[in-house]
């Protein structure tokens, strides 16, 4: 009996193990399309990575890790902008971090443009905001946005419309 | 050309979601309308420089220590997690004699404080209390006689026995006062029974006494007690106590304290 305990442990120690090295980037992502800030996104990626690990019994289906990490990412990352003073002295992703743009859209991703468009998304719904953010994280992959939000595939068109109608109203 | 219209339909045509009939017409509008062409591609590439600034802020990599540092966070977590983390392998059984040595410390001051009100009256003001009392052999246990006017005071033999006085003479609290139990050596209970027949037949006038004021004494000071000679001419040599006797004083004390 010990023996079987030990052994389910060392698998959850194994699994939680590849979840982390697969979805990294994931956590990171979620929290720097909300804070802006490299050093903030990885405490909170950190952060949410550490909640899950406390729940790994109940997280062992990648899926549904991939979608509890995500919206717990989102939650922690909201909760710290909203309480931070870090918001006012936030460090924009440098654009010579970013991978090169096609030439046709050269002009219009201008950094200019970039702090524009992240203003516009703050300013947006929650609930529309986080739709706009996943949904351009999964590559518009309605059905993957759904499931990583737990929502009808329909709500998910729906809010990811107005949010995308909104931000052209604003930036146009 | 009514090209006002057209261009309310452009951001939803550029969004693709116009409709198949208003899409139709709008694409058969820009194709005569150079205007609302620009217009309609002017805001399909605002969508996408949208699309591709969300996409550029999505892209981007955690640093190459992130995973390192959520590893050291985890293992941090792991050692909280332990039951005994922390912990002494011998601590848990000290800290609990340590909290059943307290206990037992606590209980004991409790009982302490508790009986020292009640010990007080059994042997004040008379005498402290004895540590090395008589063998059970020794002594007879008694009821205390009822009369108030025989008894009033406590009375201090010289062997340290003691032969209590009446906590209920004092109070005027008979009826609500049980009974009470001392002891008394064998000789000395011959003593105290003559000088109770005495007082009943009115031999020895003990008004004197039953009119001592309470003795509402402080416990901690015990005063001199005074032991005068008792002067029983009639009484003649004390007999040992047989047990009907004891039986016919203790009946007469339970009518005393309970008139009805």
């Not at chain 1, 060392?10 to 697969?22: G, I």
């Not at chain 2, 206990?103 to 003001?125: I, S």
């Not at chain 2, 011959?190 to 004197?208: K, M, P, W």
């Not at chain 2, 003649?236 to 339970?254: F, R, V, W």
Request: glycine content about 4%.
């Amino acid at each position: 009996m010990p023996q079987q305990i030990e052994s389910v442990d060392r698998a959850l120690e194994r699994e939680f193990d590849e979840r982390l090295a697969d979805c990294s980037a994931l956590a990171y992502r979620v929290a720097l399309s909300v804070l802006h800030s490299p050093a903030d996104a990885e405490d909170v990626a950190q952060e949410a990575f550490i909640r899950a690990y406390r729940h790994r019994r109940e997280l062992r289906d990648a899926e549904h890790f991939r979608a509890w990490l995500v919206r717990v990412t989102w939650r922690l990352a909201i909760d710290r902008q909203r309480s931070s003073s870090r918001r006012d002295r936030r460090e924009l992703v440098a654009a010579s971090d970013l991978p090169p743009a096609p030439s046709v859209e050269q002009t219009a991703v201008s950094r200019e443009f970039q702090q524009r468009l992240d203003r516009a998304v703050e300013a947006l719904p929650e609930k529309l905001r986080r739709v706009l953010v996943l949904a351009a994280l999964e590559g518009y992959e309605m059905r993957e946005t759904a499931v990583l939000l737990d929502l009808p595939e329909g709500t998910v068109r729906s809010r990811l419309h107005r949010a995308r109608k909104i931000l052209a109203e604003k930036l146009r | 050309m009514n090209c006002k219209r057209y261009q309310n339909w452009i951001p939803e045509a550029a969004l693709g979601a116009l409709g198949a009939s208003r899409q139709a017409q709008l694409d058969a509008h820009v194709l005569a309308c150079p205007a609302c062409a620009r217009a309609l591609e002017a805001e399909r590439r605002l969508l996408a420089a949208i699309d591709q600034g969300l996409a550029r802020n999505v892209a981007a990599q955690p640093s190459a220590e992130f995973a390192a540092r959520v590893r050291m966070r985890l293992a941090e977590e792991r050692e909280q997690m332990r039951p005994s983390a922390g912990w002494l392998p011998g601590r848990p059984i000290l800290v609990t004699f340590a909290a059943l040595a307290a206990l037992a410390a606590l209980v004991l001051a409790v009982r302490f404080v508790q009986r020292a009100p009640q010990r007080t009256q059994l042997t004040t003001p008379s005498a402290p209390i004895r540590t090395a009392t008589p063998s059970a052999r020794e002594l007879a246990t008694v009821t205390r006689p009822p009369a108030r006017a025989l008894l009033p005071a406590p009375t201090h033999r010289a062997s340290g026995t003691v032969a209590h006085g009446s906590e209920g003479a004092r109070s005027g609290r008979e009826n609500q006062t049980p009974q009470l139990q001392v002891l008394v050596r064998p000789g000395q209970w011959a003593g105290i029974t003559a000088l109770y027949r005495a007082a009943q037949s009115g031999r020895v006038d003990t008004s004197s006494l039953a009119e001592r004021p309470a003795m509402d004494l402080d416990p901690l000071q015990v005063p001199p007690v005074e032991i005068k000679p008792l002067v029983t001419a009639a009484l003649e040599a004390p007999k040992p106590l047989n047990s009907s006797e004891a039986e016919d004083i203790d009946t007469q004390g339970d009518k005393h304290e309970n008139p009805q």
